[in-house]
């Protein structure tokens, strides 16, 4: 029995269960349900439009972090949908997979809610992730390291396959929804227990309570990987894997830092209602 490769799993008997743990994760994430409009969005609206209720670095602080998440949350589901379901045929992982392209739709509609509230230009919003260098920076990181996943020809026979396949994981779940998404949490979290911004700031704690739980299921799908093809986790393999986490670390700070050292003639955060013109968002000199 495995949970990859295996030619006796029929994907469509789920029962009896092989992998408990994610049985376990998929009822967790049901026990956390949520939808955006449960949250009232007034007093952020009131605070946005007060010329003075935020300061230019908060504003651009809420700005990048929604046109961070806002692609962001798309690049996961398609990870899931369009590559990972593929490989895992076990039916209790592909039912949380179900599960969480299901949340990960549910964070994207987060996105369009606040846009929605604020009035913010979606134009500007939906191409922060090419034209914000540390945003950009680690959208190609995922995108370069999960490209194998994504071809067509790609399968998870034989071990430089499954090698491939637990980089790639490595990279969906340990960099993107661990590494990547935790900086923009604590900012925004940050600011609400400033009371600012509380009801884009509760949102973030939903959406961090549910990528905690997809974290928790990577990490449990690659250690049972690797438990499971022992040899694939070779000392060359572990180093490069080590390696690729210290970049994506490097990468996170980098654009942590950025929200308080924006280079000159960066997106200016006062410009975000949709009646204004929105500015250029280059940043020069990357
Ligand atoms: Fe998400
Ligand atoms: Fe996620």
């Known amino acids: ?27 967790d994430g049901v026990a956390n349900n949520w939808v955006p409009e449960e949250i009232p969005m007034q007093d952020d609206i009131e605070q946005w439009k007060n010329q003075t209720a935020l300061t230019e670095e908060e504003r651009r602080l809420i700005y990048w972090n929604l046109g961070f998440f806002s692609t962001a949350e798309s690049l996961t589901a398609n990870n899931i949908v369009l590559a990972v379901y593929n490989h895992v045929t076990n039916p209790e992982c592909r039912q949380y997979m179900l599960r969480q392209a299901y949340e990960e739709a549910i964070h994207t509609d987060t996105f369009i809610y606040c846009c929605d509230s604020l009035g913010l230009d979606p134009e500007e919003i939906y191409t922060m992730y090419q034209k ?86 990577g990490c449990d799908l690659i250690t049972t990987i690797v438990a499971e093809f022992p040899q694939v986790w070779t000392p060359a393999f572990k180093e490069e894997i080590v390696t690729l986490i210290k970049k994506s670390v490097e990468l996170e700070k980098t654009y942590a830092r950025a929200h308080r050292r924006p280079p000159p003639g960066t997106h200016r955060p006062d410009q975000g209602l949709r009646h204004r013109k929105p500015l250029p968002v280059d940043e020069p000199g990357h």
């Open 132 to 217: 914000i260098p540390s945003i950009k920076e680690k959208d190609d990181f995922v995108v370069e390291l999960t490209k194998s996943v994504f071809d067509p020809n790609f399968n998870t026979i034989g071990d430089s396959n499954i090698q491939a396949f637990v980089h790639d994981l490595v990279g969906y779940y340990v960099i993107m929804e661990g590494i990547f998404f935790y900086a923009g949490f604590a900012m925004m979290l940050a600011l609400k227990r400033q009371r600012k911004m509380i009801g884009i700031g509760e949102q973030f704690e939903y959406i961090m309570r549910d990528e905690s739980i997809h974290l928790n299921f």
């Open 1 to 27: 029995m495995s949970i990859i490769n295996n030619s006796k799993t029929d994907p469509n008997k789920i029962l009896p269960m092989t992998y408990l743990w994610a049985r376990q994760h998929y009822k």
